[in-house]
């Protein structure tokens, strides 16, 4: 079973900021987010990931609660072709498989 | 260009016909992996791979077999596909030291 839980769905506007959230209230100390990404049955794609600080790249923003029991995804100025179901997955390493849950399904609308 | 293939992309076939799908990497990856997606259900892994010659069962490992003769090839071979098989397969790859999995662009099977 996946160890994180997200809403179903999201709507974004077209320019404004998508913050995507996801609990992982049994995350150990351990276990990293990580946040993938899937456009309409392509191959799911890497975004971002973290351990316990705020990580930020070229795509997102990844913040974490100091509990480290949830975390949210940013996406700054989100896009039509950022529309996407979004998963948010717990992972002791690289060596660790992803579970991947059902994710959000992020609309962004014009 | 660094990706992951998988061929086919489409696939129709019958129950009980063998069939192989084929998973190529040209980034070195040690790691490779496979995984279905079906609705309501996510993406759940079947097997997967450490390195050449070695592979472990994943969560659905049921009815498929792979292998992992050379480090860039990762095929995923039903022996006897059933209808339940029907489905989106993913292949992915990453090195060991790198948390970025690296997906192909997926194969839909269908058996009858």
């Known amino acids: 079973d996946a160890k994180t839980t997200q809403p179903p769905s999201m709507d974004c506007a077209e320019g404004r900021a998508a913050n995507l959230p996801c609990n992982h209230s049994t995350i150990s100390g351990n276990e990293y987010v990580y946040w993938y990404r899937q456009i309409h049955s392509q191959g799911p794609q890497y975004i971002i990931h973290g351990l316990k600080n705020n990580e930020t790249n070229e795509m997102a923003s990844l913040i974490i609660t100091e509990d480290r029991k949830s975390s949210t995804l940013i996406l700054p100025h989100a896009t039509l072709r950022d529309t996407a179901v979004y998963y948010c997955?717990?992972?002791?390493?690289?060596?660790?498989?992803?579970?991947f849950g059902t994710g959000t399904r992020l609309q962004v609308f014009p | 260009e660094a990706q992951v293939t998988q061929n086919p992309r489409y696939l129709i076939t019958v129950t009980g016909k063998k069939l192989t799908v084929t998973c190529s990497q040209n980034m070195n990856h040690e790691y490779m992996s496979w995984y279905r997606q079906d609705p309501g259900l996510g993406l759940r892994q079947i097997y997967y791979?450490?390195?050449?010659?070695?592979?472990d069962k994943g969560d659905v490992p049921e009815g498929y077999k792979v292998s992992r003769k050379e480090k860039r090839n990762f095929p995923l071979i039903l022996e006897s596909p059933s209808p339940n098989q029907t489905s989106l397969y993913f292949c992915?790859?990453?090195?060991?030291?790198?948390?970025?999995?690296?997906f192909g662009p997926g194969t839909r099977l269908t058996v009858l």
């Open positions: 992915a790859s990453n090195p060991i030291w790198s948390a970025e999995q690296f």
């Open positions: 997955i717990v992972r002791v390493d690289e060596a660790d498989k992803l579970i």
């Open positions: 791979s450490m390195n050449v010659e070695v592979t």
